[in-house]
C-alpha cells in the first residue's frame, strides 16, 4: 500500500510523462462524453426551444417529466440501457453491448433531458421578451424556435458545459453497459473505481486530478463565455 | 394568449354616434372602408383584472395619413395599440382592417414599433435581416434593403456592431428601420422618438411622413404635442381607456372639446 505522498508523486510523475495507458482512458473518456453531448444537444435544444415556443395540452406535465428526469440516477439507466442491449433484449441483434457505442447511448439518455430541461429555462426567459415581437413579424414558430437558439447561444453553451460535466463524471451508467473492459470500454470514472480497488493510487489518482481539472476547464469556459457575453449585451 | 382576435359575429353596423358630431371625424367613404389601412373598431372592450382597461365604443380611421393617439400615461394607448395589431385578444368587440378581421392576415401587413424596442441579440444589420429573411427575400435583395434601412435612419456606421450595445436612440431608430424594411401598409409606432435627440427626432418624422406619403397609413403614439401638430392628420384623444376626442388635427388643435384633452394639452392633470 503507498502512502498519499508517493501516490501523488507517481500520480504527476504519469501525467507529466504521458503514460500511454492514461492517456487511452483519457480520451476514451472524452471521446464518449463528447458523443453523448453533441446527440444530447441536436435531441435536447430543440426540444427545449419547442417546449417555449409551441403551447400544447399537457405541455406541462411534459415540462415536469423531464425536469424528474434530470434527476435520474446514472446506475438506472445504465440498466435499462443493458436490458436492451443484452442478447435477450429488443436490441441484442445489434451486438452493441460492451462497446463505446453503448456506453455513448446510455450518458445520450443521461445528459439529454437535463440539456433539454436547463435550455427550456434559459430559452423561456428569452421568450417572454421576444414573444410579442415575433408574433409582430408574424415569424413561424419553427423560425422562432431557431431564433431563440441562435439569441440564447452563450446561454446554452453554459448548459452544455453542464451536461458535460455529468457525462464525463458519471460512473454507473457506463460501468454497466461498457463493462470497463481494458483498451476498449475504460474510461476515467471506471478506471478510478477499478485502480483505487487494486490499490494502485497513483494511476487512480493521476486519472482523478485530470477529471477535477477538466470539470474546473469546463467551468472556466463556462464563466468565461459568460463574461463575453455580457460585455457584447448578447446575454 | 390566443394567436388572433376571431370574430364569432358579423361586424355590427356602424352605429350613429352618441357624442356631439364634431368630436367625430366624418365616416370614410367605401371606397375608403375597403384600403389596408382603415382601421374600423366596434364595441372593442379589454378587460383585466376586474378593470376595464380599452373600452372603445366605435372608432373608424381614415385609410391613409397620420393617425396620433394621444393621452396620459396608463391611458391605455400601448394597450390599444397591441389590440388593433392583433397581438392582445379583446374581451369583446370587432377590430377590422379595411373590412378584413384584425388576424395574421393583416398583421402581415403591418409593422409595430414597441415602445421599449426588442432587439434580438445580435447585430445590427442582422435585426433588420432577420426580418427579411422572413418574408422570404433573396440574399442579394436583403443585403441591399438592409443597407438601405440603415442610411435611412442613420446607423449605416453601426451595421456590424450588437444591436444591444447601441444608445437608446439608436435603438429607437433601428426598431424604426426594422419595422419599414418589410414595407408595411400599416406603421404603428409607440412612442418611437421618446428618446431622441432633436435632430434625429426630425429626421425620424421625415422618415415617417415620406411613409405616410407613399400611402403608408400611420398611426402615432406620442406625448410630444409639437410632434403631434407637425405630423397629425387626425388625432385621437385617449382618456382612461376611452376615445374622449377624435378630430381633424387642425380643430383639435385649435381647440379640444373634452375637458380630459384640454387638461392634457394645457399641461393639467385630470383624474
Ligand atoms: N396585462 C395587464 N394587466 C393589468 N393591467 C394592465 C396590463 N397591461 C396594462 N395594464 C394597465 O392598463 C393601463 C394602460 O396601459 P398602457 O400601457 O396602454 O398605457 P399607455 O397609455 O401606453 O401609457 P404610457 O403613456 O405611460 O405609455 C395601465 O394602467 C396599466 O397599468
Ligand atoms: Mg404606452
Redesign the interface.
Known amino acids: 500500500m503507498q502512502d498519499f505522498g508517493a501516490a501523488f508523486g507517481l500520480a504527476f510523475h504519469l501525467i507529466a510523462t504521458g503514460n500511454d495507458n492514461l492517456v487511452e482512458i483519457v480520451l476514451l473518456s472524452l471521446k464518449v462524453s463528447f458523443s453523448a453531448l453533441t446527440l444530447s444537444c441536436l435531441i435536447g435544444l430543440p426540444l427545449g426551444a419547442f417546449l417555449v415556443v409551441r403551447p400544447f395540452w399537457g405541455r406541462g406535465v411534459v415540462v415536469a417529466v423531464l425536469n424528474a428526469m434530470m434527476g435520474l440516477p446514472p446506475v438506472v439507466i445504465g440498466l435499462l440501457v443493458y436490458l436492451s442491449l443484452s442478447r435477450a433484449g429488443p436490441m441484442g441483434w445489434l451486438g452493441l453491448l460492451y462497446t463505446p457505442t453503448a456506453m455513448i447511448i446510455a450518458q445520450t439518455l443521461l445528459i439529454a433531458p437535463i440539456v433539454a430541461a436547463l435550455a427550456r429555462q434559459v430559452l423561456e426567459g428569452l421568450y417572454t ?2 414573444d ?2 415575433f ?6 414558430r419553427l ?1 422562432a424556435a431557431a ?1 431563440l437558439i ?3 447561444r452563450y446561454g446554452l453553451v453554459t448548459v452544455a458545459l453542464a451536461g458535460f460535466g455529468r457525462a464525463v463524471a458519471e460512473v454507473g451508467a457506463v460501468i454497466i453497459v461498457g463493462g470497463n473492459i481494458d483498451h476498449l470500454t475504460r474510461v476515467m470514472t471506471t478506471a478510478i473505481a477499478l485502480e483505487t480497488s487494486k490499490g494502485d493510487l497513483g494511476m487512480a489518482l493521476a486519472l482523478g486530478i485530470i477529471l477535477m481539472s477538466i470539470a474546473l476547464g469546463v467551468n472556466l469556459a463556462a464563466g468565461g463565455l459568460r463574461a463575453m457575453a455580457e460585455r ?4 | 394568449m390566443p394567436e388572433s382576435l376571431r370574430p364569432r359575429s358579423a361586424p355590427p353596423a356602424a352605429e350613429p354616434s352618441a357624442a356631439p358630431p364634431a368630436a367625430r371625424l366624418p365616416e370614410p367613404s367605401p371606397r375608403d372602408r375597403a384600403r389596408p389601412g382603415a382601421l374600423r373598431v366596434e364595441g372593442l372592450a379589454l378587460d383585466a383584472q376586474g378593470r376595464r382597461l380599452v373600452d372603445i365604443d366605435h372608432l373608424a380611421l381614415p385609410a391613409g395619413g397620420v393617425t396620433m393617439v394621444m393621452g396620459q400615461n396608463g391611458a391605455g394607448k400601448s394597450l390599444f395599440l397591441r389590440l388593433i395589431h392583433g397581438l392582445i385578444a379583446p374581451s369583446h368587440g370587432w377590430i377590422s382592417w379595411g373590412e378584413v378581421p384584425c388576424g395574421p392576415a393583416t398583421r402581415a401587413t403591418q409593422a409595430l414599433v414597441f415602445q421599449k424596442p426588442v432587439l434580438l441579440r445580435r447585430s445590427v444589420a442582422a435585426n433588420v435581416d432577420f426580418v427579411l429573411k422572413a418574408r422570404g427575400l433573396s440574399r442579394a435583395a436583403r443585403r441591399e434593403r438592409c443597407a438601405e434601412m440603415l442610411a435611412r435612419v442613420g446607423l449605416e456606421a453601426h451595421a456590424r456592431q450588437p444591436a444591444r450595445l447601441l444608445s437608446g436612440g439608436e435603438q429607437q431608430r433601428l426598431a424604426l428601420a426594422r419595422a419599414l424594411a418589410i414595407r408595411p401598409q400599416v406603421l404603428l409606432l409607440d412612442e418611437a422618438t421618446a428618446s431622441l435627440d432633436p435632430a434625429s427626432v426630425l429626421a425620424i418624422e421625415r422618415i415617417v411622413t415620406e411613409a405616410a406619403e407613399a400611402g403608408t397609413k400611420v398611426i402615432f403614439i406620442t406625448h410630444d404635442i409639437g410632434q403631434a401638430r407637425r405630423l397629425a392628420d387626425d388625432v385621437a384623444f385617449l382618456h382612461r381607456g376611452r376615445i374622449a376626442e377624435h378630430r381633424p388635427a387642425a380643430q383639435f388643435f385649435l381647440g379640444p372639446q373634452s375637458e380630459s384633452a384640454l387638461a392634457y394639452l394645457e399641461g393639467r392633470i385630470l383624474l
Open positions: 421578451e421576444y410579442e415581437q408574433r409582430s413579424f408574424g415569424i413561424s423560425r431564433a441562435v439569441d440564447g457584447q449585451a448578447y446575454a
